[in-house]
C-alpha cells in the first residue's frame, strides 16, 4: 500500500514535471522593454543619488532665493511708497 | 570611460556576474542593468504568467517588477539573498496586490499554454493531454499563493529546495515539508476532478 502511494506521487510529481514548462515572453515585448529601462531618453529613467541630492539642493537654493527676492522687492515697494507719500505736494 | 559609454556599434557585453552587474547598476549603469534584465526577464515572466493566466497582465507585471528592482537597486544589498530570489519576491508581491485588485479571478488560459506545447502530436492525444493539464491548472489556480509559488518556482523555474526557501523565507525543511504536503493534496484534488468533475467554485481545503 506505501509502495503503491509512493508510485502514485511519483508519477503524479511526472505529470507535474511535463505539464508545466516554461513560457517565453513575446520578443517584441522583451525588446520593448529592455528599451524604456535603459533607453537614457525614457522618461521613466531613474535618477542617481549623487543627480538627486543636487536637484534637492538646487530646489533648496531656488526657494530661498525666491524669499529673499521676494522680501527684498516688498521692502523697495514699501520704501517708494512712503517716499512717494513724503514727497507728494499738498 | 566605462564600457556602457562607448559607441553602440563597438560595445561588447560583458559576461558579468549578477554581483558585478549589481554593483555597476547600483552605481547607475543602467546598461548593466540591462544585463541582468536580459538574464532573468524570461523567467520572471514565466512565473508571473502561470500566477495570472494572461499575456497581458504577465507582461504589465513583469515591467512593473523591473522598474521597482530598476528603482530600488541602489538599496539592494547582498545579504546573501540571490538577486533571482529578490526579483522573484518582487513578483510575487505584485502578483499578490494584482489579486487583491481584480475582484474575480480570472482563469488561466488553458488552450494558450498547453495546446502550443503539442504541435506536432495527433488532434486526440492533444485533446486528452490538454483536458489532463487543464484540471492540473485548475487544481494548482485553487492553491494559497505560497504554495502556487512553491509549485511554480519548482516545476515551472526548476529552483532547488534551498533556492526556494530563500525566496519564501523559510528554511529548507519546511520548504520540502510544504511540497510534500502540497503535492499530495494536489494529488488528490486532480484524482477527485478526473472522478467528479466538480463545480469551477468549490473550493479544496488543505491540510
Not at chain 1, 520578443?27 to 529613467?45: A, C, Q, Y
Not at chain 2, 560583458?14 to 544585463?35: I, R
Request: charged fraction near 25%; hydrophobic fraction near 40%.
Amino acid at each position: 500500500m506505501e509502495n503503491a502511494q509512493v508510485s502514485d506521487f511519483d508519477a503524479f510529481e511526472q505529470l507535474m514535471v511535463s505539464s508545466l514548462q516554461p513560457v517565453d515572453p513575446r520578443p517584441e515585448f522583451v525588446r520593448g522593454l529592455h528599451k524604456r529601462l535603459i533607453d537614457p531618453m525614457s522618461p521613466t529613467v531613474r535618477f542617481t543619488r549623487k543627480i538627486s541630492t543636487q536637484f534637492i539642493l538646487l530646489v533648496i537654493a531656488t526657494l530661498l532665493s525666491g524669499v529673499i527676492f521676494f522680501l527684498t522687492a516688498s521692502r523697495v515697494i514699501i520704501s517708494l511708497i512712503r517716499e512717494f507719500k513724503i514727497t507728494k505736494p499738498r | 570611460m566605462s564600457w556602457c559609454t562607448l559607441p553602440l556599434l563597438v560595445r561588447i557585453v560583458p559576461d558579468f556576474s549578477d554581483e558585478k552587474a549589481l554593483k555597476l547598476a547600483a552605481q547607475g549603469d543602467q546598461e548593466a542593468f540591462g544585463v541582468l534584465y536580459e538574464r532573468y526577464v524570461s523567467r520572471i515572466y514565466s512565473y508571473i504568467y502561470y500566477r495570472t493566466g494572461n499575456q497581458h497582465d504577465a507582461e504589465d507585471l513583469t515591467a512593473r517588477v523591473f522598474f521597482r528592482a530598476l528603482r530600488h537597486v541602489e538599496n539592494y544589498t547582498d545579504r546573501g539573498l540571490p538577486l533571482s530570489a529578490w526579483l522573484y519576491r518582487i513578483a510575487h508581491n505584485l502578483v499578490a496586490n494584482w489579486h487583491r485588485d481584480n475582484s474575480r479571478r480570472k482563469e488561466v488560459p488553458l488552450d494558450e499554454i498547453i495546446l502550443v506545447r503539442h504541435g506536432g502530436d495527433h488532434p486526440e492525444v492533444v485533446l486528452i493531454e490538454s483536458e489532463e493539464k487543464e484540471n492540473l491548472l485548475k487544481v494548482i489556480r485553487r492553491l494559497p499563493p505560497d504554495r502556487q509559488q512553491l509549485i511554480l518556482l519548482k516545476f515551472v523555474e526548476h529552483l532547488s529546495n534551498a533556492a526556494i526557501g530563500q525566496v519564501m523565507g523559510r528554511s529548507e525543511g519546511a520548504v520540502k515539508s510544504l511540497y510534500h504536503r502540497t503535492l499530495l493534496s494536489l494529488r488528490d484534488d486532480f484524482n477527485l476532478i478526473l472522478m467528479s468533475k466538480p463545480n469551477d467554485g468549490e473550493e479544496f481545503g488543505y491540510k
